[in-house]
């Protein structure tokens, strides 16, 4: 998943160094890089915030 992440954010980097038009997708490309990342990390951690059990 984190290799995904390095793609998205390198192919966004492509595009604004060679295709500065398609600015727009490599900004929405960012943020779903962000989304993704905060997506991962909260399904990473899941055990940790949420604990099983009664508490």
Do not use: H, Q, T
């Not at 604004?16 to 890089?33: M, Q």
């Amino acid at each position: 998943m984190e290799f995904l992440l390095f793609c998205i954010a390198a192919y966004a980097a492509y595009l604004v160094l060679k295709k500065p038009e398609k600015e727009a997708l490599a900004d929405r490309l960012l943020f779903a890089c962000m989304g993704l990342s905060l997506f991962i990390w909260i399904m990473m951690s899941w055990g940790i915030l949420m604990p099983i059990g009664n508490y």
